[in-house]
């Protein structure tokens, strides 16, 4: 326990700017969800899931495999819609809003709640028109110059910009799979969003790639609220300020990173950070 | 029944030397526990491989050459002043009686002495030359069994020699494939080129009149322009494209993406069906069918449409090419992965935006594929063509009016009696060469295409 404590307590140095607890406690709340719960058709996938998120802070969710931890951070931007028998109860507000209020516009709340995947999925298409898709359908920019600049500015702040500035035009497909997530993360943010969901973005990549990343994740929440799904304790523990632990489709614990692993409540999650669960 | 006795017999060598083997592997193993290098299954077909090759060599040098041996041997049974009046006809036709006699099958009339007698004799030998050959090829896949079983010992690698041989045997029947491509085209060209000693090739490809003298004889063969055939195919063939293409994406793209799973489970198989029609059904309606109505659509805003036009046999084309084109595409568009659909909805695309901008692109190459594939599908076809297009090898550019095409000219030009010494039938040889070079075209274009969109999107 001390020894998790300890590393825990190591690796968090190494980010630029931990935020104080109670600092983190005092943000406003952005994203508010009460009871959800998600069915596949006649399984159960989330019990009752309530969690406040706040604003510009990285909230991670950890867990084992098949905890529902993916399948949450999907009711947020109610991408669960496109699958097929996928069932969501409760409410999720966004800034006091229901997002699953029929009369909200699936499209806009997508616009406002940004994602990025587990697998590096650019289109097959140019690097530029990778990140100008976006802000094209949702028709950002008034003219070319407008979104050479959405498309650069975007690129910088996800920290790509330098390596492929020669080769806009080239595939965004052949780029390297920590370069092509991090080409994923500005095409997310070339639309604007409020809120960027992260599944699980780092596990195709390699450690090096991580690292790049994960200093991203920490520079973006300066402007952005960031939700990150992970697999990887050590990676919550450095890049998020709060944390929640799911478990077979339930919230079992959630709080400030640091007292989540230096100071879990709940057996559950004791057992999960010892690597007991897993 | 000679066939059957041969194959049971085969079969039975086969169980047996396939049993010998297997038993004297597994007596091997009980016998002094050393690990033997291959299973027990391994040994039985390694002996089986060793006796069927000696028998099956055997029986095939005598299928190849028994016939002619037969036939020697009954002609030495005609005696020699009836032989002195035989011309090759008759000497023939003494053959098959003989032969005929021999059987007990297909004798009409009453036959001399003497060819009773080398019926006689031939029935004999032809037994015996059969009793003989298969002894024979017994006895040698007997020894090259026990042969084989003797060498089976621990050490053997059975399982090598078994697997080249199964290798072998795979490169033989993709060797099938091959050659006979090969040898179609080998067929093609030299008869083509028969067919150009006759009519000068840039006759052949720049004339602009079909008007082949089917009577004709030296010095009036008539003109072999390909031009009008050539214009009749790719009209027809576009507008089939045109017809096929956006119907069959749409359809593909409806059921891939938009339609509830129980719809789509009735409604692809259904459209499948339609590719399940045989094109002389699709000829059928449309002559009947689709051409009146053509025509009846034509007078009423003052076209002239011909009932049989290259317009009706296209869209009925076109009607029959969707499926494939609808099949092939929606199979391409369900083969993009879940994770790009995603990325499109992540970023607040809508379905269509999804469609449009990311899945069709992704399925770019494969749908080109598709198209090419069903382009060589429309310049084959021809039975729908034979009965809609009218048969009329005139060079003209409205397709209202009658047309032909390649394939139905091969169809007029080769249907009768031919004889293949003059360029009235050696011009098929020359058509199908050209259709030939053309979907092979695609084919390459086609592969050109896809490798191309491949490289830059994966």
Known sequence: ?278 | MNALIVAGLLLVLLGVAYQSGWSRSRGLVTADGVKIHSRPQYHGSFVAIWAMVPTLVILGLWAWFGGGITRDYTVSLIPTDIMTSLDQVGLNAAIARIGALASGYGVTGDSPAWEQAAGDALRSFQMLTFVGVLVLALVAGGAALVYARSRIDARLRARNAVERVINLALLACSAVAILTTLGIVASLISEAFRFFTFIHPFDFFFGTVWNPNNAGSAGNWGSYGLLPLLSGTLMITAIAMLVAVPVGLMAAIYLSQYAAPRLRAVAKPMIEILAGIPTIVFGFFALVTVGPFLRDMGNLVGLTINATSALTAGIVMGIMIIPFVSSLSDDILNQVPRTLRDGAYGLGATQSETIRNVLLPAALPGIVGAFLLAVSRAIGETMIVVLAAGNAPVLRGSPFESVATITVSIVNQLTGDTDFTGPQSLVGFALGLTLFVITLGLNVVALYIVRRFREQYE
């Open chain 1, 1 to 278: 326990m001390d020894m998790v404590a300890g590393k825990v307590k190591m690796t968090q140095q190494s980010v630029k700017s931990a935020m104080n607890p109670t600092d983190m406690l005092e943000r406003p709340i952005r994203l508010t969800a009460r009871d959800v719960t998600v069915h596949y058709g006649a399984k159960q996938a989330l019990y009752g899931i309530s969690i406040d998120i706040p604003d510009r802070a990285v909230t991670s969710f950890i867990g084992p495999s098949g905890c529902g931890k993916s399948t949450f951070l999907r009711c947020i931007n109610r991408m669960n819609d496109t699958i097929e028998g996928a069932k969501v109860g409760g409410t999720i507000l966004l800034d006091g809003e229901d997002i699953y209020d029929p009369a909200l516009d699936v499209v806009e709340l997508r616009a406002r709640i940004g994602m990025v995947f587990q697998k590096p999925n650019p289109f097959p298409k140019s690097i530029y028109e990778n990140v100008a898709y976006g802000p094209r359908i949702h028709g950002l920019a008034r003219n070319k110059t407008d979104m050479d600049e959405i498309v650069i500015s975007s690129l910088r702040k996800a920290g790509l910009f330098e390596e492929v500035k020669d080769r806009l035009n080239e595939p965004g497909t052949g780029l390297s799979g920590g370069q092509q997530q991090r080409l994923c993360i500005a095409r997310a943010i070339a639309v604007g969003p409020e809120v960027i969901l992260m599944d699980e973005p780092c596990s195709a990549l390699d450690p090096i790639a991580t690292a790049i990343i994960e200093e991203l994740i920490d520079e973006l929440r300066e402007n952005y609220t960031i939700v990150i799904v992970t697999h990887s304790m050590q990676q919550a523990a450095r890049v998020s300020q709060k944390t929640a632990f799911f478990h077979l489709g339930n919230l079992i614990e959630e709080g400030v990173t640091e007292d989540i692993f230096t100071n879990p409540v709940n057996k559950q999650t004791q057992d999960y950070i010892m690597g007991r669960i897993g």
